[in-house]
């Protein structure tokens, strides 16, 4: 019985890992890039870029205290002798890491955008930060629908 009630909420945080990823990536990220690029006015720039960081970090947490709970949870399961593998445990902790990661990438594009103020926004630091951001935030993504399809 604790081990059904134990997979079921592995399995919950992990469908809110897979799916906040593609709600954010598939709407909100797609909605603040178009609003990014217009030129109409550099405060209003400013503002959605603050908004697309803010949006992306309150994300990032959300699914780390998920991926914290599922380990902590696949631990339990592991010392209680069920059928996980090592594996399940190692792409969580790659998981973890890369979330970490993507704070420090997060705190470095509120950083500059709070030094910089309007020129940091396009500018080819704040891009790339983004750039690199996106690029986890899709290697996530892959591990995750991995891990789904191994348990």
Same mark, same amino acid.
């Given at each position: 019985?604790?081990?059904?009630?134990?997979?079921?909420?592995?399995?919950?945080?992990?469908?809110?890992?897979?799916?906040?990823?593609i709600?954010?990536v598939?709407?909100?990220?797609?909605?603040? =890039?178009q &609003?990014l690029?217009?030129?109409?006015?550099?405060?209003?720039?400013? *503002? /959605?870029?603050? $908004?697309s %960081?803010?949006?992306?970090?309150r994300?990032?947490?959300?699914?780390?205290?998920a991926?914290?709970?599922?380990l902590?949870?696949? =631990?339990? &399961?592991?010392t209680?002798?069920?059928?996980?593998?090592?594996?399940? *445990? /190692?792409?969580? $902790?790659i %998981?973890?890491?890369l979330?970490?990661?993507?704070?420090?990438?997060?705190?470095?594009?509120?950083?500059?955008?709070?030094?910089?103020g309007?020129a940091?926004?396009?500018?080819?630091?704040?891009?790339?930060?983004?750039?690199?951001?996106?690029?986890?935030?899709?290697?996530?993504?892959?591990?995750?629908?991995?891990?789904?399809?191994l348990?």
């Amino acid at each position: 019985m604790l081990e059904v009630i134990l997979m079921s909420v592995d399995r919950i945080l992990l469908s809110l890992i897979i799916g906040g990823m593609i709600i954010m990536v598939v709407c909100v990220r797609p909605l603040l =890039l178009q &609003q990014l690029t217009r030129k109409d006015s550099t405060e209003f720039s400013n *503002l /959605v870029e603050g $908004i697309s %960081i803010n949006a992306w970090n309150r994300y990032n947490k959300v699914a780390f205290a998920a991926i914290v709970v599922m380990l902590v949870i696949d =631990l339990i &399961q592991f010392t209680m002798g069920n059928k996980y593998t090592y594996g399940d *445990l /190692v792409l969580e $902790i790659i %998981i973890l890491f890369l979330f970490l990661l993507k704070f420090t990438l997060d705190y470095s594009l509120k950083k500059r955008l709070s030094q910089y103020g309007n020129a940091a926004v396009n500018s080819s630091e704040q891009n790339r930060g983004h750039w690199l951001v996106e690029l986890l935030s899709k290697v996530i993504l892959v591990i995750s629908i991995v891990l789904t399809m191994l348990s």
